[in-house]
């Protein structure tokens, strides 16, 4: 039981590329989400997805593109990387969305756009 | 909107108590407290809904003060591992998200 997983660990990118990172999770959860982290800022919601099938925008959509792919997967595409989106990337999961339900994250990708 | 969490920083000597608070503009529906080690991932601590009802860590106690529109982390005697950064997240009236604090972190020292 892995939990939640992530690809790649690390990435270096020049501004204007393009990149996706994986998510997967075998917890049988319906609701994905995808965070950054940057220092003294905490945890921002980029897009969640409360079921296969939805996605939403979170608190700092811009510049990037989700796809819950199936229920275990959920992806986070950035179409034209730019400096600003250094950053240490979450996906997290949990059974269902709402009050009441605990977050499982995976382990992160530390991204570098140069 | 953010949370707000105090202290930013604490340090510790192991066997200390800390006390770490969240406070929200915004009625709470429920309080999530995460921690993370550095240079991994948060993992779940707890959660404080609305009424009263808390599920997560045995050893590790908080309340949830629905007037004041806060919360906080109670770590008493503290050990070695509970250093890390303390990430609260709320869900507030009207919304369908959390949103994280900027975290405290917690430094225990032998």
């Known amino acids: 039981n892995a939990g939640v997983t992530q690809t790649p660990k690390f990435q270096v990118l020049k501004t204007g590329q393009s990149m996706t990172l994986q998510c997967a999770q075998d917890?049988?959860?319906?609701?994905m989400y995808w965070y950054r982290q940057d220092p003294g800022m905490g945890l921002r919601l980029i897009y969640y997805?409360?079921?296969?099938?939805?996605?939403d925008k979170g608190e700092v959509p811009n510049g990037y593109n989700v796809s819950r792919l199936n229920k275990r997967e959920f992806s986070l595409r950035l179409e034209s990387a730019a400096p600003s989106q250094t950053s240490v990337y979450f996906c997290a999961s949990s059974e269902l969305s709402g009050r009441n339900y605990e977050q499982y994250f995976g382990p992160g990708t530390r991204l570098t756009v140069t | 909107q953010q949370p707000v969490q105090s202290p930013q920083a604490v340090i510790l000597r192991e066997g200390e108590d800390a006390v770490i608070n969240c406070s929200s503009s915004?009625?709470?529906?429920?309080v999530h407290w995460y921690r993370q080690k550095h240079g991994e991932a948060p993992v779940f601590l707890m959660i404080?809904?609305?009424?009263?009802e808390q599920k997560g860590h045995e050893k590790i106690s908080a309340s949830f003060n629905e007037k004041k529109q806060q919360s906080s982390l109670y770590l008493t005697a503290s050990q070695l591992s509970y250093s890390g950064t303390y990430f609260c997240g709320t869900y507030v009236q009207g919304a369908q998200k959390l949103v994280f604090g900027q975290g405290t972190r917690l430094t225990i020292n032998p």
């Open positions: 915004k009625a709470l529906y429920s």
């Open positions: 997805s409360a079921s296969e099938g939805t996605t």
């Open positions: 917890m049988n959860h319906n609701s």
């Open positions: 404080l809904l609305k009424g009263g």
